[in-house]
């Protein structure tokens, strides 16, 4: 009957209503959320983009650095083993020059990022120099040049030679000369990172000192190359965990809108009826 009626979509209304809300406030939590979310992985991405080009940019002059000193090394081998350092020709001493205070300086930042407690290093530069010298070189004037230039914090290099043009020139005496390059230009591969540990014997003097500072490079590329790999599988677990719960975000509030959609029709349908009813 009408009393019957009336009650019953009296007590749908109120359910209704109640619904209402609590899916009005539930759509906004989860919109909220799905917000939250995407502006989470934006940020990440980001910084992950940002450390990668970082990355990639220290990863060259890395390479450089390392490929330059492989290139030294093959020329002064040559002279090493004759004990002729003195037949370096003018342009090739200018050009090792050139090349071995750009790698003091990067060896030092290298010794001062291990000093702030990334991990323990190896003999300093210069005490790696004051080892060698006291083991005797036999390099005379051309030794003590390549010396000088190894000392970051010496004099400047009045060798007038832009760095890219050094590495060209020595690059061209260790070709000219025949000297073999232990394993040719360093090629990076991003799942093969690179480093192959020499033998602790090794020349004193000069030669000695850049096969030291050789290894400690590699080692030092190799660590940087394995922790970018690292990073960036890091990154990519945590971008697809949030990924997914995006997703599952959003397929929550459609089930919510939907609900919400039709229960509001519902509603307004009781409504009428009651209405009628009366």
């Given at each position: 009957d009408a009393e019957a009626k009336d009650l019953a979509l009296g007590s749908e209304i109120e359910a209704r209503s109640a619904r209402f809300g609590q899916l009005?406030?539930?759509?906004?939590?989860?919109?909220?959320?799905?917000?939250?979310?995407?502006?989470?992985?934006?940020?990440?991405?980001?910084?992950?983009?940002?450390?990668?080009?970082?990355f990639r940019e220290e990863e060259k002059d890395m390479v450089q650095a390392v490929d330059n000193l492989r290139n030294a090394i093959a020329v002064l081998s040559k002279h090493q083993t004759t004990q002729a350092l003195l037949q370096l020709d003018g342009p090739v001493l200018s050009g090792m020059r050139v090349l071995l205070r750009d790698a003091a300086l990067k060896y030092e930042e290298l010794v001062a990022a291990k000093a702030e407690g990334r991990g323990a290093l190896k003999p300093s530069l210069l005490a790696l120099e004051s080892a060698t010298r006291s083991a005797g070189g036999s390099g005379g004037a051309s030794e003590a040049a390549l010396f000088e230039a190894l000392n970051a914090h010496g004099a400047s290099i009045s060798d007038d030679l832009p760095l890219k043009f050094a590495a060209r020139v020595v690059a061209e005496a260790n070709a000219g000369a025949g000297a073999s390059r232990a394993r040719g230009f360093l090629q990076v591969h991003a799942a093969q990172p690179l480093y192959e540990s020499r033998s602790a014997a090794r020349s004193a003097g000069i030669y000695g000192v850049l096969n030291q500072m050789l290894e400690e490079f590699e080692g030092q590329l190799s660590a940087e190359q394995k922790q970018?790999?690292?990073?960036?599988?890091?990154?990519?677990?945590?971008?697809?965990?949030?990924?997914?719960?995006i997703e599952a975000g959003k397929k929550k509030l459609d089930e919510m809108q939907a609900e919400d959609a039709g229960n509001a029709k519902a509603l307004s349908d009781a409504k009428e009826d009651l209405a009628l009813t009366r």
């Open positions: 009005s406030a539930e759509i906004a939590k989860t919109k909220a959320e799905i917000e939250q979310n995407t502006q989470s992985l934006k940020q990440a991405t980001a910084l992950r983009e940002e450390a990668a080009s970082k970018e790999l690292a990073d960036q599988a890091s990154f990519k677990e945590m971008a697809a965990a949030k990924e997914a719960e």
